[in-house]
């Protein structure tokens, strides 16, 4: 089962689904606080937003996406009522997440009992929900967590070791965004060191900088891989990628998608948003080059319900 905005699902109705995007990023870090927390929307603020994501949620529909994975962890906005109120109002699946919710600063503040005080932060998101809107209890698909550029920080690896252990507790996976392949081995370490199970861990951005070697490694491990900056003007460079993964024999754990802000595209340009370009410029590269269509649906739609399948229902 997968756990969206308007409830669980069968993995067999995910569908077509874009496993990394943002409906709209929050920088103001009191605000998104606030949504977390206390539960507070700027409701007044909601529709007119709603207004620019909607267009570019339809433009997308039309593709044969059903499903939409929101990539924003609560410290970066996400706004679960009005994402229920998009999933409602366009008719496509939206999984939430919970994952890093602080300043990371708490950490030199708190270091004691990190780890088990924010695994069970996660934990208590996932059992009692990030909120209940209209009788639905709002549960997270996924732990997402952000790690900064250069050596693997202690507050890192803490998040780390916290989802990992939230991870085990609740069933749902980890979508973990890495940018520089170097740092895949430290978090490898700390991977190993708390016996994790990388069925549930995913590498986002492992096409940032694209490298085999380490790709290969994460392969080994049995790391999910997200090919998910797939842009305008990037298709020969994620081809590339695919192409090198698929020759592994792995393609059956990629997870695609575009990386994009719909709230900032559509309020852009809502006629010319690029927003849909893994349809428009990405699978007709492919096929023109040797991976087919239909190759890329089907992992686009086995690959996410596989990942985000929860197997461990023991939460009424």
Same mark, same amino acid.
């Given at each position: 089962?997968?756990?969206?905005?308007?409830?669980?699902?069968?993995?067999?109705?995910?569908?077509?689904?874009?496993?990394?995007?943002?409906?709209?990023?929050?920088?103001?870090?009191?605000?998104?606080?606030?949504?977390?927390?206390?539960?507070?929307?700027?409701?007044?603020?909601?529709?007119?937003?709603?207004?620019?994501?909607?267009?570019?949620?339809?433009?997308?529909?039309?593709?044969?996406?059903?499903?939409?994975? /929101?990539?924003?962890?609560? &410290?970066? #906005?996400? +706004?679960?009522?009005?994402? =229920?109120? *998009?999933?409602?109002?366009? %008719?496509?699946?939206?999984?939430?997440?919970?994952?890093?919710?602080?300043?990371?600063?708490?950490?030199?503040?708190?270091?004691?009992?990190?780890?088990?005080?924010?695994?069970?932060?996660?934990?208590?998101?996932?059992?009692?929900?990030?909120?209940?809107?209209?009788?639905?209890?709002?549960?997270?698909?996924?732990?997402?967590?952000?790690?900064?550029?250069?050596?693997?920080?202690?507050?890192?690896?803490?998040?780390?070791?916290?989802?990992?252990?939230?991870?085990?507790?609740?069933?749902?996976?980890?979508?973990?965004?890495?940018?520089?392949?170097?740092?895949?081995? /430290?978090?490898?370490?700390? &991977?190993? #060191?708390? +016996?994790?199970?990388?069925? =549930?861990? *995913?590498?986002?951005?492992? %096409?940032?900088?694209?490298?085999?070697?380490?790709?290969?490694?994460?392969?080994?491990?049995?790391?999910?891989?997200?090919?998910?900056?797939?842009?305008?003007?990037?298709?020969?460079?994620?081809?590339?990628?695919?192409?090198?993964?698929?020759?592994?024999?792995?393609?059956?754990?990629?997870?695609?998608?575009?990386?994009?802000?719909?709230?900032?595209?559509?309020?852009?340009?809502?006629?010319?948003?690029?927003?849909?370009?893994?349809?428009?410029?990405?699978?007709?590269?492919?096929?023109?080059?040797?991976?087919?269509?239909?190759?890329?649906?089907?992992?686009?739609? /086995?690959?996410?319900?596989?990942?985000?399948?929860?197997?461990?229902?023991?939460?009424?």
């Amino acid at each position: 089962m997968i756990y969206t905005v308007r409830g669980l699902i069968h993995k067999e109705e995910l569908g077509i689904t874009l496993g990394h995007e943002h409906f709209k990023w929050e920088s103001d870090e009191f605000l998104a606080n606030s949504m977390y927390f206390d539960k507070k929307y700027q409701l007044e603020n909601m529709e007119s937003d709603m207004n620019y994501i909607i267009p570019v949620m339809l433009d997308i529909k039309e593709r044969g996406v059903k499903s939409i994975v /929101e990539a924003s962890p609560p &410290l970066g #906005g996400q +706004n679960v009522r009005m994402l =229920k109120a *998009l999933s409602e109002q366009t %008719d496509l699946h939206i999984i939430a997440c919970t994952g890093w919710n602080m300043t990371k600063q708490l950490y030199d503040v708190f270091p004691g009992h990190f780890e088990e005080q924010l695994a069970s932060r996660w934990i208590k998101d996932f059992k009692e929900g990030l909120d209940t809107i209209d009788g639905i209890i709002i549960r997270p698909g996924h732990i997402k967590l952000l790690l900064d550029k250069g050596r693997l920080s202690g507050v890192d690896k803490a998040m780390l070791i916290a989802a990992v252990r939230a991870s085990k507790e609740t069933g749902i996976p980890v979508h973990c965004h890495i940018i520089e392949a170097e740092m895949v081995h /430290e978090v490898i370490q700390v &991977l190993d #060191g708390v +016996n994790a199970d990388y069925n =549930k861990f *995913l590498w986002a951005h492992a %096409d940032h900088e694209a490298n085999r070697e380490t790709v290969e490694l994460a392969a080994k491990k049995g790391m999910w891989i997200g090919i998910d900056t797939i842009r305008k003007g990037k298709s020969a460079w994620e081809f590339e990628l695919l192409n090198y993964i698929i020759s592994l024999n792995y393609s059956h754990k990629v997870l695609l998608s575009q990386d994009y802000d719909f709230y900032s595209e559509g309020k852009e340009s809502m006629d010319n948003h690029p927003c849909t370009t893994i349809f428009d410029e990405f699978i007709p590269y492919c096929s023109a080059n040797g991976i087919s269509r239909q190759e890329i649906i089907r992992m686009m739609t /086995e690959n996410p319900a596989n990942f985000y399948d929860v197997d461990k229902n023991d939460v009424d």
